[in-house]
């Protein structure tokens, strides 16, 4: 039994509302209340500016899907992008084709225009 696999904004929030972000594959479980990242597993809750937990440390996450601007983030940081997701994210998201070996990028963030 294979699990949906998408392409994924993920980033730490932890007691700030600026973190650490990746852009990875995760796989979501057969109801979609749960995401797996990393060895992790990200339950859904209803956080100020979060989405989800680590079910193991209860940190949390805001995790959505890429958007094609790349406006991701809800302020500005640096964006990490996993080796096996930079050409999916560079050329069928973003379609900057030229950027395909990128590893990171800087996100202006929805409120930091």
């Known amino acids: 039994m294979s699990r949906e696999r998408?392409?994924?904004y993920i980033e730490f929030k932890g007691d700030n509302i600026v973190g650490p972000a990746r852009i990875g594959w995760a796989t979501f479980s057969k109801?979609?209340?749960s995401i797996y990242y990393d060895g992790r597993r990200f339950e859904k809750i209803s956080g100020f500016k979060s989405n989800y937990w680590d079910a193991g440390t209860h940190e949390e996450y805001w995790i959505s899907g890429c958007k094609r601007d790349g406006s991701d983030a809800l302020y500005s940081t640096t964006v990490e992008i996993d080796?096996?997701?930079?050409?999916?994210?560079?050329?069928n998201i973003r379609n900057l084709p030229k950027n395909k070996t990128q590893r990171s990028f800087k996100c202006v963030g929805k409120y930091s225009k």
């Open 31 to 33: 109801s979609g209340k």
């Open 6 to 8: 998408r392409l994924m």
């Open 83 to 91: 080796v096996d997701a930079r050409e999916e994210y560079w050329v």
